[in-house]
């Protein structure tokens, strides 16, 4: 497949990126590592009049560790990230995740604001335009219609939702870590919890404001323990049917005095299964507490068939990951 004709810019600082962007937000998009997007391209999923090449830009692929913890630049790839010394010390959950990106070629290439921004996927969006052509266009393509939800009533979710799910490996840890995104737009720099980045919106995964980009990556001291654990159909180039990030603190008699519990491909954006974490809380982990959590994270997240596996195997999945995570920090 060939990518369409557009216009090629290189701007050199952020803020001339954030201009060009902004001038025309719907024409116009931000290339980082290119491993999301060019595919997309290629698929005819957007066509872009013009595409700015953000590593051009100098400065931005950084790991810095300071006091108030670590401050990751958005071009950082991927591999850089996860052969980081500093990130394998304190974060080795999040070094874990940067190596169960795709494979090798995909980790050189892919970075860090890339992978957190990329596009919700679903089995009847990201296909090439002649398969598409034998429905009718979905909402994410500007249609009408959902094909993973195309009754109104399905699941008491609201028509005209768009229900492709999101499938990153960075972000389910960097929420369980409590990590926050600086974003730089034309009103300037605002710090937002990383949760507060995805909308929960498959039409519009996104909250980033017209021309806004991400300028950082700020990761709080680590406390507790973290551990990623990724289901998928290949050891390498797979996105996860299923995956969760689970960050844990202890307190001195054992107990849990706090846990993060973070799904991904099972929702419009990441998954927080609120009520286990609560459930949790002030029980010190034994098997009975693992049983119990892997049948509440079952009964809490309500995945969509939006891969060929069904929401019932992704949902059993979901709580034997969790499982799985509670067993070995046990």
């Known amino acids: ?78 591999h850089d990230l996860a052969a980081s010394s500093p990130i394998q010390e304190s974060y080795p959950a999040l070094a874990q995740a940067a190596l169960e990106v795709g494979a090798y070629a995909h980790q050189v290439m892919g970075t860090v604001a ?43 979710r609201k028509p005209g939702e768009c229900h492709s799910a999101y499938c990153g490996d960075l972000a389910p840890v960097l929420m369980a870590l409590d990590a926050r995104a600086r974003l730089l737009g034309q009103d300037g720099e605002r710090l937002i919890p990383l949760k507060k980045l995805y909308t ?10 017209k021309g806004e980009l991400v300028k950082e990556i700020l990761v709080p001291p680590p406390s507790g323990k973290t551990v ?37 491909g099972i929702g419009t954006g990441p998954v927080e299964a609120v009520e286990a974490e609560k459930a949790m809380k002030g029980e010190p982990i034994d098997e009975g507490l693992i049983d119990k959590m892997s049948i509440q994270a079952k009964k809490e997240v309500s995945p969509m068939k939006t891969s060929i596996v069904s929401a019932v195997y992704k949902r059993k999945m979901a709580g034997i990951l969790l499982k799985q995570a509670l067993q070995q920090l046990l």
Request: with cysteine.
């Open 114 to 156: 890339g992978n957190l921004c990329q596009a919700n996927r679903c089995r009847f969006y990201n296909q090439s335009a002649f398969w598409r052509s034998a429905r009718p266009p979905c909402y994410k393509v500007g249609g009408n219609i959902c094909h993973v939800v195309p009754v109104r009533t399905a699941g008491g």
């Open 228 to 264: 990623y654990l990724k289901w998928r159909y290949r050891g390498a180039l797979e996105f996860p049917i299923v995956s969760l990030a689970l960050s844990m603190k202890k307190g001195k008699d054992g107990r849990i005095i706090g846990s993060k519990i973070i799904f991904s």
């Open 1 to 78: 497949m060939r990518l369409p004709k557009f216009e090629y810019l290189k701007p050199k600082t952020l803020r001339e990126a954030i201009r060009t962007v902004a001038s025309d937000p719907k024409g116009t998009i931000a290339l980082a590592g290119g491993t999301d997007l060019l595919v997309h391209m290629k698929y005819r999923l957007i066509e872009p009049k013009r595409v700015v090449n953000l590593k051009a830009i100098p400065r931005l692929a950084y790991i810095v560790q300071g006091k108030e913890g670590m401050r990751i630049g958005p071009l950082t790839t991927l």
């Open 200 to 209: 929960q919106n498959g039409k519009k995964p996104l909250s980033l404001k």
